[in-house]
């Protein structure tokens, strides 16, 4: 069981590094560990992935900055479960499930949404 929550680049499969705080191999993280927070996300301050603000917070020596919109086509989230990386349009589009491997994602993520992505009130 679980030592890939390595940082230094050589797991198989050459999964991206994930900073956080206790992170293990689907990069849950001290502040979100159920069986559905699995997506970590590649900040736009640092170019690290992240198992979540929190972690950032705790980590990083500067504020976090979102994405903006027209850099929603950046792979910048990746599932821990297949360790694909997602676009932000992706994931903000897959309904809370991984679209390479179906594995389901936090639908409380969504909530947090704001803290990463430029995102804003649906137009239609
Ligand atoms: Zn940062
Ligand atoms: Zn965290
Ligand atoms: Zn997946």
Same mark, same amino acid.
């Given at each position: 069981?679980?030592?890939?929550?390595?940082?230094?680049?050589?797991?198989? #499969?050459?999964? @991206?590094?994930? $900073?956080?705080?206790?992170?293990?191999?689907?990069?849950? +993280?001290?502040?979100?560990?159920? =069986? *559905?927070?699995?997506?970590?996300?590649?900040?736009?301050?640092?170019?690290?992935?992240?198992?979540?603000?929190?972690?950032?917070?705790?980590?990083?020596?500067? #504020?976090?900055? @979102?994405?903006? $919109?027209?850099?929603?086509?950046?792979?910048?989230?990746? +599932?821990?479960?297949?360790?694909? =990386? *997602?676009?932000?349009?992706?994931?903000?589009?897959?309904?809370?499930?991984?679209?390479?491997?179906?594995?389901?994602?936090?639908?409380?993520?969504?909530?947090?949404?704001?803290?990463?992505?430029?995102?804003?009130?649906?137009?239609?």
């Amino acid at each position: 069981m679980g030592s890939a929550a390595g940082c230094d680049g050589t797991n198989p #499969g050459a999964r @991206p590094r994930v $900073r956080g705080v206790s992170t293990d191999g689907q990069t849950r +993280c001290a502040h979100y560990h159920s =069986e *559905l927070d699995i997506v970590a996300i590649k900040l736009r301050c640092c170019s690290e992935y992240y198992a979540c603000k929190y972690c950032h917070d705790a980590l990083a020596d500067h #504020g976090l900055v @979102p994405w903006p $919109r027209e850099l929603f086509d950046t792979r910048a989230v990746m +599932c821990g479960a297949c360790g694909t =990386e *997602l676009t932000i349009a992706m994931y903000l589009a897959c309904k809370s499930r991984c679209p390479a491997c179906s594995a389901p994602f936090n639908p409380g993520c969504s909530r947090h949404h704001h803290f990463y992505f430029s995102v804003t009130e649906p137009t239609a």
